[in-house]
């Protein structure tokens, strides 16, 4: 009982919890803002580079080799979500770029495909996550493959951490 009665906020506690609120909010979109800016594919010196919010880093190397791969997720009965997206395999067959073709133009990613010179490939039925992770490395992680198990494991993480904590106050 004596970790309940702790939560009670009263006063400025109630401030500075919603103050944390309101900055955690406003940085998260912040994030989201800086990455929409920053996301973007560029030829440079032959090679294609990813640009991400953190880092660069060489998706081909512009060496001809690879393919291009167009699918669509059929996420399952409990979303009714489908994704189409657009798979630039290396030539190792990994998946260095994984894009969503709803948030890209179809003409610049076929353009772009025409200049580096790749084959496509158009997968006609939906995948799955687990056979699309399967079929090709790199596309989606374990989690997005198999959400029941992580989440799971998220509950027994997020049980754990709260019986540690009223362990530490009682």
């Not at 990994?94 to 610049?108: E, I, K, M, P």
């Amino acid at each position: 009982m004596s970790f309940l009665y702790s939560l009670r906020f009263h006063g400025s506690a109630r401030v500075m919890v919603v103050g944390a609120g309101v900055a955690l909010a406003v940085g998260v979109i912040g994030l989201i803002n800086l990455s929409y800016r920053r996301t973007k594919l560029s030829m440079i010196d032959g090679r294609l580079v990813f640009t991400g919010l953190l880092r660069d880093r060489v998706a081909l190397a512009g060496d001809g080799t690879g393919r291009v791969v167009k699918v669509e997720v059929d996420w399952g009965k409990g979303s009714a979500r489908r994704s189409r997206f657009w798979l630039l395999i290396n030539a190792a067959g990994r998946t260095a770029v994984f894009l969503n073709r709803d948030a890209w133009d179809d003409g610049q990613l076929e353009g772009l495909r025409e200049h580096l010179g790749l084959p496509i490939e158009i997968v006609e039925t939906p995948k799955r996550p687990v056979e699309l992770r399967k079929a090709h490395p790199g596309t989606i992680p374990w989690w997005g493959a198999h959400v029941s198990v992580a989440t799971v494991l998220a509950i027994l993480v997020l049980a754990a951490l709260v019986l540690a904590l009223q362990r530490l106050a009682a």
